[in-house]
């Protein structure tokens, strides 16, 4: 996340009466942006990637690990405007606070140049300085920074160091103390007023993973019967369901951490068309990454974290949702009484719903890249939502509107607005989806803002709206030839974080050399939307790394004119490749080649470290190394603790987290398992 306002939030039944307010001036705001910045051109290719850590107290006398809640303050001082800035400068690396004071967010201090070898070498050293630093901070030398998804036994009693009860007011969770949450006042606020204008707490249901013991009929007997907040009945009242994992708090999911890379195409217009590339490779790289077997105490009988993130911030209301209210409870939520509400299918925390149209520049009318097949016939006559609309087509090179085939709800007004000022249809309809939601913390002090110089407003809905990829625009400063600061950029956020930096690194440098491959072959990767989704929930099932299968355009990133098809393919077949499809390796590869000359000896070690990132990506897509999520879930399968019940105790929690402490350390024993044999030996040729 970027800067935190100081000052006053506002509480929901204040907050929502300012909800056009933030509204009306974030797409004034936007518009600014907008007009300052679409004809930059030729941006330089930057990037850099996003880490998070759970910071872990580790008691080897005790055998327990513990989330630790006292270390928040050292690290926020690292950060852009800390006491301790200067070292974090030092080190090149910057650290960001993030919503649980046990977490940790680090960045590169600078992006880096994408069009330069060694900075794609460089990037696995900083992680490592990242994690060095964020470790040499601890004040308690019990406390160590772990990139890991989700703490197996969050939610557990006694979970957190120092323990605390879960009664705070914020969350009203059963299971999570309110001191888990980030202390400056952002983070409870946003946390109260999700619940508040759901009209009850968020529930999260994650299938239980099924073993002899395992009980699937009864309601999970941990989830206490108290008495504190009235919502203490919701699990009770059908929120939580018998054979699922119920957790009812946004730290669930907002605790949980991933690995987020943001790229500078070089203008607008190739921001678009690789944003709308990724739309469907997310799904096979959350798939790729998978990380996160247990939630709860429980073995979950799914390998990822991300519908849980999705259901912790699922502030829509019953009638938004389509589903009748619990017992006693408005199904119009904590909306005010004028407001109009609109069937919403998705949370704000979900898969991307809209494409952005790979609209050609008007001085290049479909021709661009020697490609002329631009076409203005598949325009669509009617908004998401079904209304008719009557505006002239916009030429789009491989897009075609009926892709969009989900009938996203959008804000009509603000699409209205966006068109009135010279946005195409597609990039207003992105931007009136995203403003359906409400602002969910307003600050006393940015109420009244300058539309023309500040971007507040529009940022309160752009960043809360956590979506597989964003497209972030840039400031009102951004004018053409202001490279001071960033132009129109893509982030890619469905990636679960890794173990190692190794991983991290690799996955990151393919993500980005894989983005460079396709702004140069610009192959046509379109599918529709409604694919896409089916894609998110395969990239849900356990084992969909090997057993997955995904809806996949197969279509040459050479022959770029031909019409393609709808396969379903394997990781395996979409990563490595099959005769059917190039693989997204292989055309990858190629660029690197390509665009890479091994000219020194230098160029060669470091195109070797690059190999060895496609080697981890082939090796797991193909299944022959396991996914981290099979390879954490076999080790707590065969703990001498487990009693097959799905049920991770205390010790098993203990063990596993001190197994990933082991492999970021890459200790040597465990490598081959974890790694291959191939890949294991040349870690430890290469001094790992
Ligand atoms: P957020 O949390 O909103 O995604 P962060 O500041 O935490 O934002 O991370 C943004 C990432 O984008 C960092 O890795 C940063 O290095 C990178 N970045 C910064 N400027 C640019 C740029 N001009 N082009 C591409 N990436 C950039
Ligand atoms: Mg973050
Ligand atoms: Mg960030
Ligand atoms: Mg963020
Ligand atoms: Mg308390
Ligand atoms: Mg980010």
């Not at 974090?88 to 650290?95: E, G, I, Q, S, T």
């Not at 202001?482 to 893509?490: H, Q, Y």
Request: hydrophobic fraction near 35%; charged fraction near 25%.
């Amino acid at each position: 996340m970027g800067l935190l306002s100081q000052g006053t939030p506002l509480a929901w039944p204040e907050s929502r009466k300012l909800n056009e307010h933030v509204r009306d001036n974030g797409v004034l705001q936007l518009i600014s942006c907008y007009n300052a910045a679409k004809e930059r051109a030729n941006d330089p290719f930057l990037w850099g990637d996003e880490i998070e850590y759970q910071m872990i107290r580790i008691d080897d006398e005790k055998k327990i690990a513990q989330l630790a809640l006292d270390e928040s303050e050292v690290l926020i001082n690292l950060g852009a405007e800390g006491k301790d800035h200067l070292r974090a400068v030092k080190n090149d690396v910057l650290f960001h606070p993030e919503y649980g004071r046990f977490m940790l967010e680090a960045t590169p201090l600078r992006p880096y140049d994408g069009r330069k070898l060694s900075d794609y070498i460089y990037v696995e050293k900083n992680m490592a300085i990242r994690r060095d630093v964020a470790r040499k901070e601890m004040t308690d030398r019990e406390v160590y920074p772990v990139t890991m998804t989700a703490f197996p036994t969050m939610g557990c009693p006694n979970f957190t160091y120092p323990e605390a009860e879960p009664n705070g007011r914020a969350s009203q969770s059963l299971f999570l103390p309110d001191e888990i949450i980030n202390k400056h006042v952002r983070f409870p606020t946003l946390t109260a007023n999700i619940r508040k204008r759901r009209g009850q707490k968020v529930d999260i249901n994650v299938p239980l993973y099924r073993d002899e013991y395992t009980d699937m009929d009864h309601l999970d007997s941990t989830i206490p019967k108290r008495d504190l907040f009235p919502s203490d009945k919701e699990p009770f009242q059908g929120a939580a369901k018998p054979g699922y994992i119920y957790m009812d708090s946004m730290g669930f999911g907002m605790g949980c951490c991933c690995l987020q890379v943001t790229m500078q195409p070089p203008d607008i217009y190739q921001a678009r068309y690789v944003y709308d590339a990724f739309v469907n490779i997310a799904p096979a790289l959350l798939s790729l990454t998978s990380a996160t077997p247990f939630f709860r105490g429980h073995l979950a009988d799914q390998d990822v974290r991300w519908n849980v993130i999705s259901g912790a911030v699922d502030d829509r209301t019953p009638v938004e949702r389509g589903v009748p209210a619990l017992e006693g409870h408005n199904p119009r939520g904590g909306a005010a009484d004028d407001v109009k509400l609109q069937r919403i299918p998705k949370s704000r925390y979900d898969s991307v719903d809209q494409y952005l149209g790979d609209l050609q520049p008007s001085h290049v009318n479909g021709s661009a890249n020697g490609h002329a097949n631009g076409h203005a016939n598949g325009f669509s006559k009617e908004l998401p939502d079904g209304t008719a609309i009557n505006e002239s087509p916009e030429i789009y090179h491989y897009y075609d509107p009926s892709l969009n085939d989900m009938k996203t709800p959008i804000n009509k007004k603000v699409y209205k607005e966006l068109r009135k000022n010279g946005f195409d249809h597609q990039l207003a309809t992105h931007f009136a989806h995203l403003y359906v939601r409400d602002p969910l913390v307003i600050f006393t002090e940015k109420i009244d803002q300058d539309n023309g110089a500040e971007t507040d407003h529009f940022e309160n809905i752009q960043s809360t709206n956590w979506q597989t990829l964003r497209f972030k625009p840039p400031i009102q400063e951004a004018v053409p030839g202001n490279n001071n600061t960033p132009g129109w950029r893509v982030e890619i956020r469905p990636m679960e974080i890794s173990i190692t930096d190794f991983e991290n690194a690799a996955y990151s440098v393919f993500t980005m050399l894989l983005a460079r491959a396709v702004l140069k072959y610009k192959p046509n990767t379109y599918i529709s939307m409604s694919k896409v989704e089916q894609n998110m929930e395969v990239a849900h099932q356990r084992d969909s790394t090997t057993n997955g299968k995904f809806v996949f355009r197969v279509n040459s990133f050479h022959g770029q004119d031909q019409p393609g098809q709808y396969v379903e393919l394997s990781l395996d077949q979409i990563f490595n490749g099959y005769d059917g499809f190039e693989g997204l390796i292989p055309v990858t590869r190629q660029y690197v080649s390509e665009t890479f000359p091994a000219t020194t000896e230098k160029d060669k070690e470091d195109l070797d470290k690059i190999d060895a990132y496609f080697k981890l990506v082939s090796e797991r897509a193909s299944g022959r190394i396991p996914s981290t999520a099979k390879y954490l879930r076999d080790f707590a399968l065969s703990h001498p603790d487990y009693k097959h019940d799905s049920i991770v105790s205390d010790r098993m929690n203990y063990d596993i987290v001190k197994l990933m402490a082991r492999l970021d350390n890459y200790d040597h024993k465990l490598l081959p398992k974890f790694f291959g044999d191939e890949l294991s030996d040349w870690l430890v040729k290469h001094g790992y």
